[in-house]
């Protein structure tokens, strides 16, 4: 068994020196696809095959929901529950198959962006930070006269184009890196309005631009970011162009914009097909900040309305929904508010898991990257997360936290390092330490975790590439480059005769109940 063993790790060492030198391949989108379809026929032939239709999915992605932060949200659920916490489950980590680990890298940088990142999770293709919707052959800030020839297509994209209905919901600008990768071109991730984009680059449209002007098609689009929509002085645009009036000229029947919580309550979703909601100028308010004069909806809210209106489609729909607060919480070094909107984010996972048939629905629940957040220290089981460690420094015999930063706002040098009491740390708007001083908290490099539930869940497992999690995608849903092969299988309709299904459905159709539970 032992020589077994090591002629495969000598083979497969051979392999990666032998593929080593070929990194300009990398640069162009077609490597990425047919690397993704190598490895998806790889599990194909490795695993039974759950031949369900996936006539949905909804990809749910804590921007910045490293394992640490996963880590940290379950046991916060479980001291809000009066628990130790460290015991208690996140309601994906219910999830029946196994956990994947997605290698977030791009193109240019060991450490990504949310671009790239986004990117790679939408379009199934790895690119350079700062890029969307481009393959590694164009550089951030280039508008080069052939940027066409570049493009890559988004889930989104490709599911509408197969007759889905769509959506996008995010408590971040829908502008923003992540939301924007579902359907925007464009070098640089920063031009979300005209007046962004600089001089020599005009022929690149804006973000904002594109999305009304290009995609009328999606049916929901929730988030933020209204001052991008509108021209000076209500909003940033030069052009004197107000997309959202354009949008609404673009769908006169069966649709509704709204720009409050009292507003998109009102909608009636069984008559609406189209639905346009900015609900404040730049991002959505953080969960520990609102207060009863707030008029934002929650992203469960959001959450809520989305499906209501996509389901109503024959074909199936595909939906993305972000929790973009985790990481602009983490980047300002405040774990106290990312941690809150992993509670968020848990909730909204559980309100369309209890929405939808997960037989016929796959549930992609991941992260684009980590942050440099790390849970440490001798504490003692219990201890209220926020606090301080239950142990002093061994060297300067200090009280410290233990959650902390490698990088961030919160240094304070080795030499002006004082005690910190839980009463100062536990406060909502407390900033940790950090080891590097750093204006703003930088991401991570390390793995992400990837939860699944639904049609060919099972292809998501191992250590794969982030670009393979696209795959699975369209191939569960017979979309893009797949929806030839699901023809072949006879899939495009249902299940595919003579192949059983596999026993994971039952699984799951069992346990419906328990997986709720908390």
């Known amino acids: 068994m032992e020589i077994k063993l090591l002629i495969i790790y000598t083979v497969v060492a051979m392999e990666c020196v032998a593929t080593s030198n070929m990194n300009s391949e990398e640069s162009n989108g077609k490597y990425w696809r047919e690397e993704g379809q190598k490895l998806l026929e790889r599990h194909l032939s490795d695993v039974p095959v759950n031949t369900n239709l996936a006539r949905n ?23 809000k529950l009066g ?30 962006d949310s671009a790239s990142t986004a990117t790679a999770l939408f379009c199934g293709v790895k690119n350079n930070n700062g890029v969307l919707g481009y393959d590694a052959r164009v550089k951030r800030g280039q508008c080069a006269d052939n940027r066409e020839d570049f493009e890559v297509k988004s889930l989104l994209i490709k599911a509408s184009q197969r007759g889905k209905r769509t959506g996008v919901v995010t408590n971040t600008r829908i502008t923003h890196a992540t939301p924007a990768a579902l359907y925007a071109n464009i070098p640089d991730r920063s031009w979300e309005a005209d007046s962004d984009i600089p001089k020599g680059a005009e022929d690149c449209r804006d973000i904002a631009k594109q999305l009304v002007e290009d995609h009328e098609y999606i049916n929901v689009l929730l988030g933020g970011g209204r001052r991008n929509f509108r021209s000076e002085p209500e909003g940033r645009r030069t052009d004197g162009m107000n997309l959202v009036d354009l949008w609404l000229n673009k769908h006169t029947n069966r649709s509704a914009y709204v720009e409050t919580s009292d507003q ?15 609900f404040t100028e730049s991002h959505l308010t953080y969960t520990t900040e609102k207060t009863p004069e707030n008029t934002e909806p929650t992203l469960n809210d959001l959450t809520r309305s989305a499906i209501e209106i996509l389901s109503k489609g024959d074909d199936g729909f595909f939906l993305m929904i972000e929790n973009g607060l ?39 629940v991941t992260a684009d990257h980590s942050h440099t957040f790390s849970i440490s220290a001798p504490t003692a089981r219990g201890n209220p997360l926020f606090n301080v460690a239950t142990e002093l420094s061994d060297t300067d015999n200090k009280t410290y936290t233990t959650l902390l930063y490698a990088t961030g706002p919160g240094y304070v040098g080795t030499n002006d390092r004082a005690n910190v009491t839980s009463q100062v740390s536990s406060k909502k708007e407390y900033i940790q330490r950090a080891a590097v001083p750093y204006s703003y908290e ?9 939860w699944s539930l639904g049609p060919y869940s099972q292809l998501l497992d191992g250590v794969v590439e982030q670009t393979h999690i696209s795959h699975v995608a369209e191939f569960a849903m017979c979309i893009g480059d797949y929806f030839d092969k699901c023809v072949e299988m006879g899939r495009t309709t249902g299940g595919s005769p003579g192949i059983s299904v596999n026993s994971g459905l039952c699984y799951y159709s069992r346990h419906l109940d328990t997986l709720l539970e908390n």
């Open 57 to 79: 999915i909804i990809l749910f992605v804590g921007d910045g929901f490293g394992i640490s932060t996963a880590t940290a949200g379950r046991i916060l659920k479980g001291q």
């Open 83 to 112: 628990q130790p916490g460290e015991e208690t489950q996140l309601i994906f980590e219910k999830f029946p198959w196994t956990v994947a680990l997605s290698k977030t890298y791009s193109i240019d940088f060991m450490i990504p």
């Open 264 to 278: 998109l309550s009102a909608v009636d979703t069984s008559k609406t097909d189209y639905l346009l909601g900015l």
């Open 326 to 364: 985790i990481d602009l919480a983490h980047h300002d070094g405040i774990a106290n508010r990312a941690i809150h909107e992993v509670l968020e984010f848990d909730k909204v996972v559980e309100t369309a898991f209890a929405m939808v048939d997960p037989e016929d629905t796959l549930l992609i």
């Open 442 to 450: 930088q991401h991570a490099g390390e793995d992400v975790a990837v």
